[in-house]
């Protein structure tokens, strides 16, 4: 693994055209989010609609700060890796978690500069609608999908839990979360762990800082990897689920059938 390229506005274009580049032969994409913490916290004993009722309310009323992309292969071999710093967050205006905002600063993530030198969301997801169009199929977890699904439709998330499924797989296709794959591997505590955790008890070591998109989004990658490599996990029986949600998402059939692509992109990550 070489390094994890850092996006500002000043170099968004140029990363933005290595990722569409890079994908073509690294089509897996593993992401994770930055955000400003929960306003309302989820109870372990919640129920799915509870459960997506605290997701809307959360997403709705906050924006993401930061994303990480890792692109790899069916073997586990890394593309890239890209940390797209936002500049629509604002801390003396928009909602958030007093102690959600003082561990990102802890861990790197300079406010200050995402607001000036950051980019556009919107900027951003015209950008990547552009990518995953040209390419195919894509996948992810359920806070990471939420924040980039209110930024491509830039509005507030679906009223239900089925409209919610629907969009994900209108924009994102193929989806695997790696946490909903930890309750099916002996060993991994039933998926009831964070990614850090996950990480450890599979002997992947991390590169670069916890709590920033780009390293996150990386773990995450490598996790998935050698989970496959280790449990042998047929990936059209997960294909679709995400931690918490029963329903299952599924890219909507076309009316009519044309050759795909040789690799479609698939889309990964880990809920919190």
């Known amino acids: 693994m070489g390094s994890i390229e850092i996006v500002w506005s000043n170099n968004f274009e140029d990363a933005m055209t290595k990722i569409a580049v890079m994908m073509e032969t690294f089509p897996i994409v593993a992401v ?8 309302h916290n989820t109870p372990r004993a919640a129920s799915e609609s509870e459960r997506y009722d605290d997701l809307k309310y ?9 994303l990480g992309i890792t692109l790899f292969d069916r073997f586990g071999v890394v593309g890239g890796v890209w940390q797209i710093n936002f500049c629509n967050f604002d801390p003396d205006l928009d909602d958030h978690v007093s102690s959600s905002i003082v561990l990102l600063k802890r861990n790197g993530i300079d406010l200050v500069k995402n607001k000036r030198d950051g980019v556009d969301v919107y ?20 806070y990471d ?8 439709i830039r509005d507030e ?10 969009h994900i797989g209108h924009v994102f296709g193929r989806v695997y979360d790696v946490k909903f794959l930890a309750k099916y591997c002996h060993g991994l505590l039933d998926g009831e ?13 991390r590169f670069g800082e916890a709590h920033q998109a780009g390293s996150d989004s990386l773990l995450t990658a490598a996790t998935f990897s050698k989970m496959k490599g280790i449990y042998g996990l047929p990936e059209k029986m997960f294909e679709g689920f995400l931690y918490g949600i029963s329903a299952r998402i599924k890219r909507p059939r076309p009316l009519v059938v044309v050759l795909p692509p040789p690799a479609p992109p698939i889309l990964l990550g880990y809920i919190r």
Not at 59 to 65: A, F, S
Not at 145 to 152: E, G, R, S, T
């Open 32 to 39: 994770d989010t930055e955000f400003p913490g929960f306003l």
């Open 123 to 142: 900027t951003f997801a015209d950008k990547f609608c552009e990518i995953l169009g040209s390419v195919g199929d894509t996948f992810h977890g359920l």
């Open 193 to 205: 762990l964070g990614l850090e955790k996950l990480a450890k008890l599979l002997d992947v070591e």
């Open 157 to 166: 998330l679906p009223s239900s839990i089925m409209g919610y499924v629907e």
């Open 58 to 66: 959360n997403v709705d009323r906050m924006k993401i700060i930061q």
């Open 145 to 152: 999908l939420a924040y980039m699904l209110k930024i491509v």
